[in-house]
């Protein structure tokens, strides 16, 4: 099965910048999202990010826009997450989903069932002064 791995979290002072990276294997699907989500202790879980396998088109969640950058390195196959300027509303535990199955961020909204929806484990981002 196809599972990402995410990478680069930590604990930082509000302010400073933390860089996620997201790795998978290819499959069988060329077009696709892949897609950041967070949960917060006590708050549902909400896609932060997603990026388009064909064309690269992003979309971001009101929150963090302008602060933090997907963007995807295909020579490697893995998606990134820039995250500047974290604030303390920022912590959660992130996870990266390649394919969702249903994404909700900005102005995208989809819904596939026959998307992979694979999730990462999650990887931690705490941001406390």
């Known amino acids: 099965q196809l599972r990402p791995v995410e990478s680069g979290g930590g604990s930082v002072q509000p302010g400073e910048s933390l860089r996620l990276a997201c790795t998978f294997s290819?499959?069988?699907?060329?077009?696709?999202?892949v897609a950041w989500f967070r949960q917060a202790p006590g708050k549902e879980r909400e896609a932060v990010s997603c990026?388009?396998?064909?064309?690269?088109?992003?979309h971001y969640t009101s929150a963090v826009k302008d602060r933090f950058s997907i963007s995807r390195d295909r020579s490697k196959n893995v998606v990134y997450l820039q995250m500047n300027n974290l604030q303390p509303a920022d912590t959660g535990v992130y996870f990266c989903?390649?394919?969702?199955?249903?994404?909700?961020?900005?102005?995208?909204?989809?819904?596939?069932?026959?998307?992979?929806?694979?999730w990462g484990q999650g990887i931690r981002v705490t941001v406390s002064s």
């Open positions: 989903v390649v394919d969702p199955k249903n994404l909700r961020v900005g102005s995208l909204y989809w819904s596939h069932s026959r998307s992979v929806d694979a």
């Open positions: 290819r499959f069988s699907s060329d077009d696709y999202w």
């Open positions: 990026i388009n396998s064909v064309d690269d088109t992003t």
